[in-house]
T-cell receptor, first 114, second 110 residues
Framework: DAGITQSPRYKITETGRQVTLMCHQTWSHSYMFWYRQDLGHGLRLIYYSAAADITDKGEVPDGYVVSRSKTENFPLTLESATRSQTSVYFC?????????????FGQGTRLTVV | GQQVMQIPQYQHVQEGEDFTTYCNSSTTLSNIQWYKQRPGGHPVFLIQLVKSGEVKKQKRLTFQFGEAKKNSSLHITATQTTDVGTYFCAGRQGAQKLVFGQGTRLTINP
């Protein structure tokens, strides 16, 4: 089906482990974003990408790594998970960023680090 | 860097009352977007404002963009239980980053 999908939907991992959250979109949107959502902080931008092989830091990039070898995929890796990275992670995509087309969000991944 | 501040953080109203959330940016925005997130769901786009002083309406929802393009508001007239959720504003500075405010969580007493 067309759209933007995230996997897994739920993940529990241990402190210090590496974990990768997947994001896939079928629209060939140029822009993709990763946000984390925590109570009291709203949606904070972790990383974004303007196109394949072009990524840039957002507001809270420390402890995260992204890649974008293909337009449709934008995985987010926590290199060594910490409890402070327990959060709900949302991936989003948009067609362009000129005068701002809407962003489409995935269903989210709830990550718990124990 | 760009900051988008949104107030209030929480708002509880009786059904039928009006509701307003405000969004302020530290820098001039290219445009501002509003999203709604239902409990347990993901943010969904509502509207985009581009022009200075722009006002747009969607049924009971009225969106405004400030003259200086640094602030915006969302007003809901006569709230209904279907309006429950968290409302976010999001701004772009320049052309790339889409930065969200902290959101206003609206709860309604039927």
């Amino acid at each position: 089906d067309a759209g933007i999908t995230q996997s897994p939907r739920y993940k529990i991992t241990e402190t210090g482990r590496q974990v990768t959250l997947m994001c896939h979109q079928t629209w060939s949107h140029s822009y993709m974003f990763w946000y984390r959502q925590d109570l009291g902080h709203g949606l904070r931008l972790i990383y974004y990408s303007a196109a394949a092989d072009i990524t840039d830091k957002g507001e809270v990039p420390d402890g995260y790594v992204v890649s974008r070898s293909k337009t449709e995929n934008f995985p987010l890796t926590l290199e060594s998970a910490t409890r402070s990275q327990t959060s709900v992670y949302f991936c989003a995509s948009s067609e362009s960023a000129g005068l701002g087309t809407e962003a489409f969000f995935g269903q989210g991944t709830r990550l718990t680090v124990v | 860097g760009q900051q988008v501040m949104q107030i209030p953080q929480y708002q509880h109203v009786q059904e039928g009352e009006d509701f307003t959330t405000y969004c302020n940016s530290s820098t001039t925005l290219s445009n501002i977007q509003w999203y709604k997130q239902r409990p347990g769901g993901h943010p969904v786009f509502l509207i985009q404002l581009v022009k200075s002083g722009e006002v747009k309406k969607q049924k009971r929802l009225t969106f405004q963009f400030g003259e200086a393009k640094k602030n915006s508001s969302l007003h809901i007239t006569a709230t209904q239980t279907t309006d429950v959720g968290t409302y976010f504003c999001a701004g772009r500075q320049g052309a790339q980053k889409l930065v969200f405010g902290q959101g206003t969580r609206l709860t309604i007493n039927p």
